[in-house]
T-cell receptor, first 114, second 107 residues
């Protein structure tokens, strides 16, 4: 199995631009999570989906952030407009089911907003 | 919300030494998971614990699920240079993470 696949690995963009991060979860996994990692705040859960349905988006910092999961094999996290404080590493993770189980992480997308 | 406190924040040890780190939560956890993150990579699961009191080993790693269900520890025996990285505790649904313990091993 290829594991969780994220793209791009690195993204540098100018403030105000739209950024779209992509994720392909492990086949057969029912839950998908988006995390943001910074030195100051560590790993923060932004949103998670179960069976393609958003369950909890309370971690999404602002309306500038949105996430979709149109099917079981694809999810996007969009930031529009981007700001320098959005610079971080964004991880996508998937798990076989939601309750009490381990999540498998992708390699992350390092976003730099200048 | 749920908070996880990991300690120590960082450790510098000599190769061959044993390492111990722990994690406490402000609320009861039903699962405890320990992850390791290498530079430029995503966290990778090391050990999963599902029962209070459970003690589980994975090679040189040993982890325990505290009886109170509010804490867990991870031990690494006979550390080697490739143990360098950040170790995270996590748990519950969806997973919440501690801030991590950064381990450095001096050869």
């Amino acid at each position: 199995d290829a594991g969780v696949i994220q793209s791009p690995r690195h993204e540098v963009t100018e403030m105000g631009q739209e950024v779209t991060l992509r994720c392909k979860p492990i086949s057969g996994h029912n839950s998908l999570f988006w995390y943001r990692q910074t030195m100051m705040r560590g790993l923060e859960l932004l949103i998670y989906f179960n069976n393609n349905v958003p369950i909890d988006d309370s971690g999404m910092p602002e309306d500038r952030f949105s996430a979709k999961m149109p099917n079981a094999s694809f999810s996007t996290l969009k930031i529009q407009p981007s700001e320098p404080r959005d610079s971080a590493v964004y991880f996508c993770a998937s798990s076989p089911w939601t309750a009490n189980t381990e999540a498998f992480f992708g390699q992350g997308t390092r976003l730099t907003v200048v | 919300g749920q908070q996880l406190n990991q300690s120590p924040q960082s450790m510098f040890i000599q190769e061959g030494e044993d390492v111990s780190m722990n994690c406490t939560s402000s609320s009861i956890f039903n699962t405890w998971l320990w992850y390791k993150q290498d530079p430029g990579e995503g966290p990778v699961l090391l050990i999963a614990l599902y029962k209070a009191g459970e003690l589980t080993s994975n090679g040189r790693l040993t982890a325990q699920f505290g009886i109170t269900r509010k804490d867990s520890f991870l031990n690494i025996s006979a550390s080697i240079p490739s143990d360098v990285g950040i170790y995270f505790c996590s748990g519950n649904t969806p997973l919440v993470f501690g801030k991590g313990t950064r381990l450095s091993v001096i050869a």
